[in-house]
């Protein structure tokens, strides 16, 4: 295949982000070699840019951090730090790109940039939305993620870097209802009053 077809087919996507597999339904690549020789020499040629193993970036686009975060390592969402930093609620936001996610615990790193993925339980796996062209907690659980994992001892948290104005208070509790941990829930009390 010519390398302008190839660039037609992934223009036409319209995608920013590719895994392998998305290559090879796109490119109709039936034989692994094949496809991976047709992914090293667009990597060449700069028409994809590797990211992480079997993720590639498409050389016109300009995604942002938490696009890629939510490629990276799926299913997950722009959580913690992150998030709260992304609403004004976190008065430094972090370097790092912070998500939630069911699976286990992963750090990428990938474009001089680092994705730090946390484990949360199933159960607590809700409260986001597609924002733009990411997926990121509310908020209100974007905090409670953090007070959760500050409750355990695993994150620091301290409540004078955050300007909690933006926080809608029934939400919050809502939230922290749902969750239904009573190690947060006094941990939440004694921060927020």
């Given at each position: 295949m010519k390398k302008t077809d190839i660039i037609f087919l992934l223009e036409e996507t319209e995608k920013k982000l590719f895994t392998?597999?998305?290559?090879?339904?796109?490119?109709?690549?039936?034989?692994e070699n094949t496809l991976y020789k047709t992914i090293g020499g667009l990597i060449k040629e700069n028409i994809?840019?590797?990211?992480?193993?079997g993720k590639y970036l498409y050389r016109n686009?300009?995604?942002?951090d938490f696009e890629i975060a939510n490629f990276l390592y799926s299913p997950s969402?722009?959580?913690?730090?992150s998030a709260l930093?992304?609403?004004?609620?976190?008065?430094?936001?972090?370097?790092?790109?912070?998500?939630?996610?069911?699976?286990r615990n992963k750090i990428i790193e990938s474009d001089n940039k680092e994705y730090a993925y946390t484990h949360i339980s199933?159960?607590?796996?809700?409260?986001?939305?597609?924002?733009?062209?990411?997926?990121?907690?509310?908020?209100?659980?974007?905090?409670?993620d953090l007070m959760y994992l500050a409750s355990k001892g695993l994150k620091a948290l301290d409540i004078?870097?955050?300007?909690?104005?933006?926080?809608?208070?029934?939400?919050?509790?809502?939230i922290l209802k749902k969750m239904s941990n009573k190690l947060l829930e006094n941990f939440a009390k004694k921060l927020i009053k």
């Open positions: 392998t597999g998305d290559l090879k339904k796109i490119l109709k690549i039936g034989k994809l840019t590797p990211l992480h193993k686009s300009r995604p942002n969402y722009i959580s913690f730090e930093g992304y609403y004004n609620i976190l008065i430094q936001a972090p370097y790092k790109i912070f998500s939630a996610t069911p699976l199933p159960k607590f796996y809700f409260g986001y939305n597609r924002e733009k062209s990411f997926i990121i907690a509310s908020p209100e659980k974007a905090l409670t004078k870097n955050l300007d909690l104005a933006g926080i809608n208070r029934k939400e919050f509790y809502l």
